[in-house]
């Protein structure tokens, strides 16, 4: 009898836990879902948290009818889930996982239910507890399979590309002007992609310090012939040896900068091998190697041509790297030996401050790589985003290679000035920029840039007519002086920060009828993919104006349309809407819900205004800098991206503090406006995005049908988690995205730019992973491949110096090669 006592002393402190913990939970559903409800949202909440509150208290109370209420209120929640959310897999998730495991314990604790009336025990409960443990452990074990993955319906044949295509080396950003990141290699391919291993590790020896605004590695490193060339984030430039990582020499700028540490990637010219430069200096009677010609007072340049100014064999390194620095130089380095080449500008340095009027520390620098176009080297500059209207000039300049005279300048603010700005004035302050990657056509003769917006970003009153005609906006430029051939705007009067980020990629299309499309391809912020004739500006892929809403902010204007570009896929913006909002479990879920419905969402160009208003994508993307890579032998096209939500309100002038900074999250002053800004990013209180996953996925779009080919979530939570609690288990939920991605001949896509510390290989036709390898820390920067000219081995390159949120930070550079008998078997 004793005995007897005891365990039910035991099930009763059980059951007294176990309803205690329903109620909790039901007071947190009532509160929140009474909230939610008069926010106008779901009154399921309100419903399940009244049903937990009694079901709870009669469990506390020894009363079976608690479990059954329980029952019946976790049937309904799986039927509401069903209704709400279709059979999406990670939206059930939230919804159902946590209750089913509740009702587990329900069930378990039945029997104590049951003797406590002096009823004997049920098999149907027992029967229950086995459906439930089973469901719960299956569930679990799906968390481990990639989700709304968009599967390839054909494998695309591994094709080769034209001898003649086959770049030597790795010389420009994205391998070539174009932007392809394609390499036609197939040495490393599907079949023998297991046996890659790390063939060598060096270290840069710059550690970043910080994250996000700070220092980040990004860079794409150069591979001449045998020698790598990589770039620090501390603007230090490496040379290293292709087949060991072993140094060769250092080249220290000693660059200061108080913010935005970062070094994309290093411009080349080579004025005794360029192909370019040999055929421009051929018919303009220009001096080439050991040739002692001059350009004739007459001559008529081709396309895109600026002449150089002395002989190569006179230069002291006629072949030279370009390093820009965050403090706003461009630095012109003897690739042989690392030593500064004097003849350019000012003993091998062109001060990028002259012409600007005043410049912070800080507010103007150099992150993404210059072009190197035919004869001239061209640089935007990054402008910090919404600190005052009167930031330095978006210009965008070109500089002879060799002298490092200014050929050219672009003010988007005043077109007449074209060179320096007369004695006592500055190019126009606070115009578009161009701070990320831009393209060149060596056989037309253009540039193409990706502008930004005019500062600030949010509130844009103050405008000229100049300042938005370019912003926001694909200009294309001739090489050769300057001007402004054509340009088209993808967002009009740009209030969400939506500059265009990445690196326009250039690509002929076959058109189905023996002929070609000269073709421009940007990807944007917003989700959004315009495809152009890269000859006129023309759309080649619809684009159609259409109605956006409009705001309320006094002294703002707003355009009525916006181009949308209907003829290629969007990715990741669409309109949200409360059943989208998502969470690690019901509870952040429901949290979710209440932060979205006191927010105003009209979809991508919801305006800023004085209530909070949600901006999806965000300010980050949608797409970023990384840009894409594709397959000629396909003519797939990669992109990835993010997802992330930007929650935002404006801030009357008055009421703006002291503590506004203009830098990532937080108030942002725009001085010189009537408003200041709130900017925060759309996460749960767990530091989760509020939405639906996926967060990031990579996507293939065929460029010859414009259509999705495959898409996958990319990322596990493996290296991050809720509160940044690192889980510890790779689940493919499809993380945030930053960093270029690396096409092969082989059918295989590289790519690191994830939160999780692994380089990938997918197949190119299915985007389903065949390969990884753990990295010591994340990565945001591109894989490149070459092939040794001393071993004739083909490595796969990443520099892994930090994933963006992470705090794990690192200095490497890893090759991968395959072991010398990887391919005796085969």
Partial sequence: MDERKRTSGIAGIGLTLLGLLIMLIGIFMTIGGAWLAILGGSVY??????????????????????????????????????????????????????????????????????????????????????????????????????????????????????????????????????????????????????????????????????????????????????????????????????????????????????????????????????????????????????????????????????????????????????????????????????????????????????????????????????????????????????????????????????????????????????????????????????????????????????????????????????????????????????????????????????????????????????????ALVQVTKQGEIFMLDRVTGKPLAQVQEKQVPQGNVPGERYSETQPFSVGMPSIGNQTLTESDMWGATAFDQLLCRIQFKGMRHDGVYTPPGEDRALQFPGSLGGMNWGGVSVDPTTNYMFVNDMRLGLANYMIPREKVGAGASGIEMGVVPQDGTPYGAMRERFLSQLGIPCQKPPFGTMTAIDLKTRKIVWQVPVGTVQDTGPLGIRMGMPIPIGMPTLGPSLATQAGLLFFAGTQDFYLRAYDSSTGKEIWKSRLPVGSQSGPMSYISPKTGKQYILINAGGARQSPDRGDYIIAYALPDDANKAQ
């Fill in 45 to 518: 909440y309100i419903l399940m948290g009244l049903a937990m509150l009694l079901s709870g208290y009669l469990i506390m109370k020894r009363n079976l009818v608690g479990a059954w209420l329980y029952a019946i209120a976790f049937i309904a929640t799986v039927i509401w889930a069903v209704w709400e959310a279709g059979w999406e897999f990670w939206p059930l998730v939230a919804r159902i996982f946590a209750f089913a495991v509740l009702a587990f314990l329900v069930t378990l604790a039945v029997p104590a239910l049951r003797h406590a009336e002096g009823k004997t025990p049920c098999r149907v409960t027992r029967w229950a507890s086995i459906t439930l443990a089973v469901g719960i452990v299956a569930t679990f074990a799906l968390f481990f399979f990639p989700k709304s993955v968009i599967e390839a319906e054909h494998i695309a044949p591994v094709m080769k590309v034209d001898a003649g295509d086959k770049p030597a080396d790795w010389q420009h950003w994205g391998n070539t002007t174009a932007g392809t990141r394609f390499v036609a290699m197939d040495q490393i391919n599907k079949n023998n992609i297991g046996k890659l291993q790390v063939a060598w590790t060096a270290h840069t020896g710059d550690i970043p310090e910080s994250t996000g605004s700070g220092a980040e590695d990004q860079n794409t490193p150069l591979q001449i012939g045998d020698t790598l060339y990589v770039c620090t984030p501390y603007s230090k430039v490496i040379a290293l040896d292709v087949d060991s990582g072993k140094e060769k020499w250092r080249y220290d700028s000693k660059a200061t900068a108080p913010n935005w540490q970062r070094c994309r990637g290093l411009g080349y010219f080579d004025a005794t091998a360029s192909a370019d430069t040999v055929a421009q200096a051929s018919s303009e009677g220009v001096a080439v190697a050991g040739a002692q010609q001059t350009v004739p007072a007459d001559s008529t340049s081709p396309a895109g041509t600026v002449p150089v100014s002395e002989p190569a064999n006179a230069m002291t390194c006629p072949r030279r790297l370009f390093l820009p620095t965050t403090d706003a130089r461009l630095i012109a380095i003897n690739a042989d030996n690392g030593q500064p080449c004097t003849e350019f500008g000012n003993l091998g340095t062109v001060d990028l401050k002259v012409g600007m009027g005043e410049v912070k520390d800080g507010y103007y620098q150099q992150t993404s790589t210059p072009l190197v176009a035919g004869n001239v080297v061209i640089v935007g500059g990054r402008v910090a985003d919404n600190f005052a209207v009167d930031e330095p000039p978006g210009v965008v300049r070109a500089f002879n290679v060799v002298s490092g005279n200014l050929e050219w300048a672009w003010d988007p603010g005043n077109p007449e000035v074209t060179g320096l700005p007369p004695e006592g004035q500055t190019y126009t302050r606070g115009t578009p920029n161009v701070w990320s990657a831009m393209s060149y056509d060596a056989k037309l003769g253009l540039v193409y840039l990706p502008t930004g917006n005019a500062t600030p970003d949010f509130y844009a009153g103050q405008r000229t007519e100049q300042d938005d005609k370019y912003s926001s906006s694909i200009v294309a430029l001739e090489a050769k002086t300057g001007k402004v051939r054509w340009h088209f705007q993808t967002t009009h009067h740009d209030l969400w920060d939506f500059d265009l980020p990445a690196q326009p990629l250039l690509y002929d299309i076959p058109d189905g009828k023996g002929g070609t499309h000269f």
